[in-house]
């Protein structure tokens, strides 16, 4: 019953995905998401608003500085929380506590 359940949830995502990939315009059509008026306004504006002939870096550290900010603050935490589950606990610790228990 588990299997079947997870089978269906599955097909069900599946069926989803699919009809949304079906809806989506084609490669290079200006009706993407990509060709709207936020990246028009990027291109045309950077130069003069942030005096820096770089666009790309232009729009990673003066549009969307708060959001690089964060995307850094959740690597940051990513990493420190894998190093401390790899690191775990003192081995010298565990020995000194086999000892007086």
Do not use: C, W
Request: net charge negative.
């Amino acid at each position: 019953m588990k299997k079947f359940i997870m089978f269906t949830a599955l097909g069900g995502l599946l069926i989803i995905m699919i009809s949304s990939y079906m809806q989506m315009p084609p490669m290079g059509n200006v009706e993407n998401p990509s060709y709207n008026e936020v990246a028009v306004y990027y291109l045309d504006e950077a130069l003069e608003d942030t005096h820096a002939p770089n666009v790309v870096a232009d729009i990673i550290m003066d549009y969307r500085a708060l959001d690089t900010l964060g995307e850094a603050t959740v690597l940051f935490t990513s990493i420190a929380a894998v190093l401390t589950i790899l690191v775990g606990k003192d081995p010298k610790l565990g020995e000194e506590d086999s000892h007086h228990g």
